[in-house]
Structure formats: structure tokens, C-alpha cells
């Protein structure tokens, strides 16, 4: 039985064209980079933050509580009422850290609605989130 040293097909090519490969290569690395930077960029709301001098990081985790310029109160980026606020604040851990993060233009009424409900509450670490101000 003899078999034959090389088929029809590879006597006219002497190597593999690997054009269309490098061809999908750069779409699929075109695609990821594409796609990749959408998923970093966070969904939230646009809250303008006041500006103070003495405005510091905070180190701990805490429970975001955000007012935006409409007076719309959101509870970890849902919409809550008053009441609802009362209830989660029930739930909540005296000793756990309330960060309020309310624009510019907020009601100032509202801030101090929702300053005073968590006092209520027994809350012992509220803070109001500012922006460092550039000397």
C-alpha cells in the first residue's frame, strides 16, 4: 500500500494564510475594549454637592441617603417617601454611619426634615456630604 507524500490541495500553498485570523483577532479585541468600558461607568443620579473648607473623606462604609435639586428622597438610589425612610432608619444599626448627600438646590426644609428623622432614630454618625473647595 503506498500512500501519497502530499494531497492535491497543498501543492499549489506552502503556508497558512493567516490573514482572516488576525482579522478576527482585531475585531474581537475591537469589540471587548468596546464593550468593557460600559460596564465601568456606574448608574446614579446628578447631585450637585455643596462645596465646604472642611470637608474630609470618609473611611467607614456607610448608607447613602440622597436628596436631589426636585426634593426627591432616594434611599440607596430608590425612590423612597418619609415614611418608608422611617421604617428603613427602624431597621438600620445605631451604630452605622448615614452619609445625607444633598444638592445645591435642595429645600433646606427637606434636609432638616430628614436630619431630624434620623436623630429620632437614634442615629449617632450622620454626615452631610461636601465637596473640598480649591483654595
Not at 20 to 42: E, G, R, W, Y
Not at 79 to 88: A, F, I, N, Q, S
Request: proline share 2%; with cysteine.
Amino acid at each position: 500500500m503506498r500512500f501519497r507524500r502530499h494531497f492535491e490541495w497543498e501543492r499549489g500553498q506552502r503556508g497558512i494564510d493567516i490573514t482572516p485570523l488576525v482579522d478576527m483577532i482585531f475585531q474581537l479585541l475591537i469589540f471587548f475594549l468596546l464593550t468593557s468600558s460600559f460596564v465601568a461607568t456606574q448608574a446614579g443620579m446628578k447631585v450637585n454637592l455643596p462645596k465646604a473648607v472642611t470637608s474630609e473623606a470618609l473611611r467607614e462604609e456607610t448608607v447613602v441617603i440622597t436628596v436631589n435639586k426636585n426634593n426627591l428622597v432616594f434611599w440607596e438610589d430608590k425612590t423612597v417617601t418619609l415614611k418608608e425612610l422611617r421604617d428603613y432608619l427602624e431597621g438600620l444599626s445605631k451604630k452605622k454611619s448615614v452619609l445625607l448627600k444633598a444638592d445645591k438646590q435642595a429645600s433646606l426644609g427637606k434636609i432638616v426634615e430628614i436630619w431630624d428623622l434620623c436623630r429620632e432614630k437614634g442615629i449617632e454618625k450622620l454626615n452631610i456630604a461636601t465637596l473640598p473647595e480649591e483654595r
